[in-house]
């Protein structure tokens, strides 16, 4: 069996902080500039389904977990701190058949959720809200329309995420508490959608199933993160 396949057994915490730093430097160019190709290619495509949707955008509805969460201006900074959240997983990978693996499987999530802005058009309910009051929504605002609603891919691509990292820092054999971070950040992402009025209840209920079936799909695929030298 190939080492990038052998998982290897935790043994306890120690050296954790250099494996992760290590982690950093293996395939780094490849990480950033495939990372960053991967995003510039994803927003183009993005945007182009936001602006030629197939047909009339069909409005989300509300339920009462919209009421209950409500308008909270201070979740910004939350919400688009997934940008850097999502860097994390393969940032920190350890080999590279995990890296492409990891790649061509968000690929296939964000393929999905495109396919879906464009055959099923969605949009979030219009607020009137004098949104200059808000100067970092309104930039999102004006940049990022209410379609493309349903599933919310920033959903979907936190808990992908936090799916990943668990994995990663498991393998990495880092104190538990990291994990633990990991997750509270991604609740907290995920609650954001909602705070900034950028997603309803719906869009994030789904978002978290595609989430969840993609990363688990590609977890059972993928099994090993770490470095090709490691062994049993």
């Not at 850097?84 to 350890?94: D, E, K, R, S, T």
């Not at 492409?100 to 999530?109: D, I, L, R």
């Not at 079936?213 to 590609?218: D, H, L, T």
Request: charged residues 10%.
């Amino acid at each position: 069996m190939p080492a990038s396949e052998i998982t290897p057994r935790p043994t306890g915490t120690s050296g954790w902080l250099r494996r992760l730093g290590r982690r950093f430097v293996i395939h780094w160019p490849l990480k950033a500039f495939g990372t960053t190709a991967f995003m510039g290619l994803f927003f183009w495509s993005y945007f182009w389904i936001l602006e030629h949707p197939r047909s009339v955008a069909v409005v989300m509805p509300e339920i009462w977990l919209d009421h209950w969460v409500g308008f909270v201006p201070s979740a910004f900074p939350i919400y688009v701190s997934l940008w850097l959240y999502v860097f994390l997983p393969p940032a920190v990978m350890g080999n590279l058949r995990a890296l492409v693996w990891f790649g061509v499987w968000v690929g296939a999530m964000c393929l999905f959720c495109l396919a879906l802005f464009w055959w099923f058009p969605t949009q979030t309910p219009l607020v009137h809200m004098d949104w200059s009051l808000y100067p970092g929504l309104a930039v999102v605002k004006g940049v990022d329309a209410a379609g493309n609603a349903c599933p919310s891919l920033h959903v979907a691509s936190a808990v992908f995420s936090l799916c990943w990292m668990h994995r990663i820092l498991a393998q990495l054999r880092s104190p538990a508490v990291l994990r633990w971070i990991s997750a509270v950040q991604c609740v907290a992402i995920v609650w954001s959608t909602m705070a900034t009025l950028q997603h309803v209840a719906l869009d994030v209920f789904a978002g978290v199933a595609v989430g969840l079936v993609f990363a688990a799909a590609s977890l059972a695929h993928v099994k090993n993160t770490a470095e090709p030298t490691a062994a049993s």
